[in-house]
């Protein structure tokens, strides 16, 4: 049996910054604006991209640029649960806390923040912020006065702040947020000629959406980066990297197969290599390998996306027993309306057409616009194939 140690995927982390590939244009963009902030300007980025896309990743890289090449005090800060600017201040500070906690100068800082700071893990090896709820309200009406304050703090260190937010899709919702965040702007624009400070909202497209509709005003302040899926040379070089790196070999065959279910997305490129990083014994992911890796990681993403979004979701019979006649199909990624449709029985017929809204509400399919009406296309290669799968449990149970 070969022997292996740690898998060089990290499926729903954000990648090793060595191993990085891809998004070239938007991260010079990213970076020139980051360059503004030296000049003192205050910038405003909103990341936009698809679930599973790799924004936290790049998030994650530009922070760790900025860090050793522009000594800026970075942080990426994730508010998938947060719904309050109560909560969302709080864990910004947290992390400016957790950042700097290894340097010399943290005491310096830890006076700025006062004694709400409590020393959390195994002999203090963390730390974590919690004021009262009145103080926390007031750190959210003087939010820009409180960086100010931190940033003439650090500036003997440090030209600036990075400050990532990742996941506001909740956040976004509120209206409170968006009028909140127009006014931090406003107010660093009319009171404050010095203030090197790069904020990143990081959330899907339609969220960018809601703030506009929110506050209309809200988008002119935002310099807008959006993010694609990779191209299959750019799957194909994170493949080859992070398999070389431990020292595994890849034939072209099983190269081109992982590369084509991957679909463009990280987070199905992680998947399938880790899948298949177990799966190997000898060394040499072959094809049967890389086969038994994709079905593995289908078997992964459906508990972890489809199950969850979709299954869970999607409770009438009727809309299940439509979902299993999508896999009894043969695999593909496309299909015809008409086709499924003459599958179906009078009552499922009658449903075929909210079965279909809503699923594509859900993130599972989209128009296929290049073939015309009628056509529809999973959004990536994997979701037919734990459908089908499911499609097959269901008719052994």
């Not at 049996?1 to 910054?17: A, I, R």
């Not at 072959?286 to 409770?315: F, H, M, S, T, W």
């Amino acid at each position: 049996m070969y022997n292996k140690e740690n898998s060089p995927f990290t499926p729903g982390s954000p990648v090793p910054v060595e191993l990085f590939v891809g998004r070239s244009e938007q991260i010079k963009e990213l970076i020139r604006y980051v360059g503004q902030i030296s000049s003192g300007k205050q910038e405003n980025v909103f990341l936009a991209g698809d679930r599973g896309i790799g924004k936290s990743s790049l998030a994650s890289g530009l922070r760790y640029f900025v860090g050793t090449q522009k000594n800026i005090l970075g942080i990426h800060t994730f508010l998938g649960r947060v719904t309050t600017l109560e909560e969302a201040v709080r864990h910004i500070f947290e992390q400016l806390l957790k950042e700097t906690k290894k340097e010399a100068w943290f005491e310096d800082i830890a006076k700025f923040f006062g004694k709400y700071i409590k020393e959390i893990g195994l002999f203090g090896i963390s730390v974590s912020f919690t004021p009262p709820e009145q103080d926390l309200k007031e750190l959210v009406r003087n939010f820009p006065e409180a960086l100010n304050n931190l940033l003439k703090k650090i500036k003997e260190q440090k030209s600036g702040l990075f400050i990532a937010l990742d996941d506001i899709n909740g956040l976004v919702e509120k209206v409170e947020f968006a009028n909140w965040y127009k006014s931090f702007v406003d107010e660093v624009a009319t009171h404050y000629k010095d203030f090197p400070v790069f904020i990143m909202l990081i959330g899907l497209p339609e969220k960018r959406d809601t703030l506009s509709r929110l506050q209309p005003s809200l988008m002119r302040i935002f310099r807008v980066v959006e993010i694609e899926k990779l191209s299959d040379k750019e799957v194909k070089d994170f493949l080859s990297i992070a398999f070389e790196k431990v020292g595994i070999k890849v034939e072209p065959d099983a190269m081109e197969l992982m590369v084509r279910f991957s679909s463009g997305l990280p987070l199905l490129m992680h998947e399938i290599g880790d899948a298949t990083f177990w799966i190997d014994t000898d060394g040499v992911i072959n094809e049967k390998d890389a086969i038994a890796g994709v079905v593995k990681a289908a078997e992964n993403i459906g508990q972890k996306y489809l199950d969850p979004k979709v299954y869970r979701a999607v409770r009438s019979p009727r809309y299940r027993s439509i979902l299993r006649k999508l896999g009894k199909r043969p695999l593909s990624r496309n299909f015809m309306k008409r086709d499924v449709e003459a599958m179906l029985n009078e009552e499922e017929k009658r449903v075929f057409h909210n079965f279909l809204r809503r699923i594509r509400e859900l993130g599972v399919i989209k128009a296929d616009v290049e073939r015309g009406p009628g056509a529809y296309r999973f959004v990536n290669e994997i979701y037919p194939i734990y459908i089908w799968m499911e499609s097959e449990r269901f008719k052994r149970a």
